[in-house]
């Protein structure tokens, strides 16, 4: 069973994987994509790790704290260039991410 700051973690990292999914689908979408290619590569690598945190924690893995900080960082690094850019979904996955930062670094410690 999980704990209730497992569960509140595990809610936002699959908020942030879906928000970074998002955002660089968005990014994809710009008429001129090229200048986003960082911003899609963090986008990617976030929401990947952020699954991987969730399954982490879902299934109890021995490595949640691990994964967990490892999240925080790729969460961090991902909100970091989306503040960078003023459009909507940008804005939105950065603070999904900071959200999902502040969460994971609670469960890594």
Do not use: W, Y
Not at 5 to 21: D, Y
Request: hydrophobic share 40%; net charge negative.
């Amino acid at each position: 069973m999980l704990t209730p700051k497992e569960i509140e973690c595990l809610r936002a990292c699959n908020e942030c994987s879906a928000a970074c999914l998002q955002c660089a689908t968005a990014c994809l979408n710009e008429n001129n994509p090229k200048p986003m290619a960082h911003c899609i590569a963090l986008d990617f690598e976030c929401a990947e790790i952020c699954r991987l945190a969730a399954t982490s924690m879902a299934s109890g893995g021995t490595q949640m704290a691990a994964v967990c900080a490892l999240c925080a960082t790729a969460c961090e690094a991902c909100a970091i260039e989306c503040s960078k850019h003023a459009m909507d979904h940008c804005q939105q996955c950065a603070a999904a991410c900071k959200r999902c930062a502040d969460a994971c670094r609670g469960m890594a410690k």
